[in-house]
């Protein structure tokens, strides 16, 4: 069986550092980092740029579609570009009716549909707390889920939770320019800004829990006995 990846950059294969200019520092999506934490074939087709409508007008989808079989899982993650397309992107508009097609050709195939939420980028205002940079995105997605009954990965919701566990400061280093601040080297402007794409950190603390959910939704541990028994103290 394989996971096939349909998404944007903060999804997408390693750069390999070339925006930094070192190996060492690349600049990656979670799905990068998925093969690590998963026995199954991994197939990231996500692209940077990706919307809901260029994915399939570039012929991405295409790809995911011929090599579809049976059994086969597709999670879907989009958002960080539809929203810049208001209006015939909007939320509860062409963003959700293309997530839904997308839906029901992945079923259509006998593969499995999970949509995903987008991570939130890491913007903290003047006091300290992570703002919301989604609007309404986020909660389409999961509408979509209960309407299709879909699973779903709320990467939103634990993003949010991860960069506020880690906090400001902590939080940095699962970026290009808090891992390359932490060894004393300078990046560009464009770097030093970005908080919405990974570093390896970043991309593999993402790809954990979407393993982790993954397995969730496969049932995975569900066949077997429960350890309360062996673990309760007299």
Do not use: C
């Not at 096939?4 to 294969?13: R, Y």
């Not at 990068?32 to 991994?42: C, I, P, Q, S």
Request: hydrophobic fraction near 45%; charged fraction near 25%.
């Amino acid at each position: 069986m394989t996971i096939h990846l349909a998404g944007d950059s903060t999804v997408a294969p390693t750069d390999g550092g070339a925006t930094a200019g070192r190996p060492d520092l690349p600049l990656l999506g979670w799905g990068d980092e998925l093969r690590r934490f998963t026995a199954e074939a991994v197939a990231n087709r996500a692209v940077g740029g990706a919307t809901t409508r260029s994915f399939r007008d570039e012929g991405h989808w295409d790809r995911i579609a011929a090599e579809l079989r049976p059994g086969d899982t597709v999670v879907i993650q989009f958002g960080h570009n539809d929203q810049k397309e208001p209006v015939d992107l909007a939320a509860a508009g062409g963003y959700r009716d293309r997530l839904a097609v997308y839906t029901a050709e992945t079923r259509a195939a006998g593969a499995r549909p999970v949509l995903a939420t987008s991570v939130e980028r890491r913007l903290f205002d003047d006091e300290g707390a992570l703002r919301y940079s989604h609007g309404p995105y986020p909660d389409a997605v999961r509408a979509l889920s209960r309407e299709l009954d879909v699973p779903v990965i709320d990467l939103n919701a634990f993003t949010r939770w991860l960069y506020t566990y880690l906090g400001e400061a902590g939080s940095a280093a699962l970026f290009v320019h808090g891992a390359a601040a932490a060894r004393g080297i300078l990046v560009d402007a464009a770097l030093a800004n970005d908080n919405t794409h990974y570093t390896t950190a970043g991309a593999a603390a993402v790809a954990r829990f979407v393993a982790e959910r993954l397995d969730a939704i496969r049932g995975v541990g569900a066949d077997l006995a429960p350890l309360g028994k062996w673990t309760l103290q007299p």
